[in-house]
């Protein structure tokens, strides 16, 4: 079993939907929690960065981790084609090493 | 504006030769990170580095090797390739301070016939 889970979709949904993306881990030591987002023949570029329980938001953007269930979630708002694109959840103990999820292929319908 | 560039950008090489790429930032960053992606695995991570002269032995090293001998750059050098190693390598920093945030490079997309 591997430490993150993460559907790897496709996800297609029609512009202006709520998109909620999610992953699941088995380690307990995990403390830091990030999300990157990476376009079609690019690097992941780093869009949220959480420490620990609770949620965090940027403009369109929440994310949100729950560490009793070692489950954390991306929630985009107004979603627009640009967001077409795969979302990869990564998280850490503190030791610099992250763990990514698959990644999951969203695409946004206009 | 600092950045973090990936040479070259495509690669075809063949079976038992060497093969090194290349990885360069201007963030000054202490820690600098080599990642390969593959369908159905995301990305793993071979070696990383916390400074100068240190090196470490990530999730999937075997038949990889880097070296450390200045802050801006960290080669990664396929010994001998092997048809398995055909995959999009991703070159990645962080400064020390917040080490969790890296920033990665173009990436290397590495095909071995």
């Known amino acids: 079993q591997k430490e993150v889970e993460q559907d790897p979709g496709p996800l297609s949904v029609p512009e202006g939907a709520i998109v909620s993306l999610n992953c699941t881990y088995s380690n307990s030591a995990f403390q830091y929690f990030m999300w990157y987002r990476q376009y079609s023949r690019k690097g992941p570029e780093l869009l949220m960065y959480t420490y620990s329980s609770g949620n965090k938001e940027d403009g369109r953007f929440t994310a949100q981790v729950d560490k009793s269930s070692k489950y954390i979630s991306l929630f985009i708002r107004d979603s627009q084609p640009s967001d077409s694109a795969t979302y990869l959840c990564?998280?850490?103990?503190?030791?610099?090493?992250?763990?990514f999820g698959q990644g999951t292929r969203l695409t946004i319908n206009p | 504006d600092a950045e973090i560039t990936q040479s070259p950008r495509h690669k075809i090489t063949e079976t038992g030769r060497q093969v090194t790429l290349a990885c360069h930032q201007t963030w000054n960053h202490n820690n600098m990170f080599w990642y390969r992606q593959d369908l159905g695995h995301g990305l793993r991570l071979i070696h990383y580095?916390?400074?100068?002269?240190?090196?470490n032995k990530g999730e999937v090293s075997d038949g990889y090797s880097v070296s450390r001998s200045n802050t801006e750059d960290l080669p990664l050098t396929l010994e001998s390739a092997a048809s398995s190693q055909t995959s999009v390598y991703f070159c990645?920093?962080?400064?020390?301070?917040?080490?969790?945030?890296?920033?990665f490079g173009p990436g290397t997309r590495l095909t071995v016939l």
């Open positions: 580095s916390y400074g100068v002269h240190d090196t």
């Open positions: 990645a920093s962080s400064a020390r301070e917040s080490s969790n945030e890296q920033f």
């Open positions: 990564a998280m850490s103990g503190g030791a610099q090493k992250l763990v």
